[in-house]
């Protein structure tokens, strides 16, 4: 009887390693890449509407691993002029394919309040150029760490000056 209870010890004992290394290599599967995604911003589109101006950031990733980026949400954040103008996030984003890449758009509206701001600086200024600076953090979920970008450039005051605001050119 000794020898069916030990062999029977020794076979869960087995199920339980075999079990343990099973989890552990699912485990490793759900790990980061050790290369990580590459974030750009496409463009910042102005967009002229009937109330409050409002942009579209177009940002492209691309994901330089094997295995499929589902990102599960974005906050992201516009500044022209240093005058913080825009914030927002979404969940509604694309699955970025291994070895592939996905662009997508992240509406950004202005408050009326923020964007008198913005007209009057603007007028009052009349700048050749306008200076932004946009943060994007995108979650992948997970064990992945968050993806961050950050970018600084100038727009042409003379695209900004077409946005409505109130029915009125800026």
Request: glycine share 6%; charged share 20%; proline share 8%.
């Amino acid at each position: 009887m000794a020898t069916k209870y030990g062999s029977g010890m020794a076979f869960k004992g087995l199920k339980l390693a075999l079990s343990a290394l099973i989890l552990m290599l699912s485990g490793c599967a759900s790990l980061p890449p050790t290369d990580p995604p590459k974030v750009s911003l496409v463009g910042i589109t102005p967009l002229m509407s009937d109330s409050a101006p409002s942009f579209i950031l177009s940002v492209r990733v691309v994901n330089p691993n094997d295995s499929p980026l589902a990102l599960v949400g974005a906050a992201y954040s516009l500044a022209l002029n240093d005058y913080d103008l825009v914030s927002g996030a979404t969940n509604d984003l694309p699955k970025v394919p291994a070895y592939g890449e996905a662009e997508f758009k992240l509406p950004a509206k202005l408050s009326l309040f923020d964007s008198i701001r913005l007209a009057t600086s603007l007028l009052k200024s009349k700048p050749k150029a306008i200076d932004y600076e946009v943060n994007i953090k995108l979650d992948a979920g997970g064990l992945w760490p968050a993806i961050r970008f950050s970018e600084t450039g100038q727009l042409d005051s003379d695209d900004l000056l077409k946005v409505k605001l109130n029915d009125q050119s800026l």
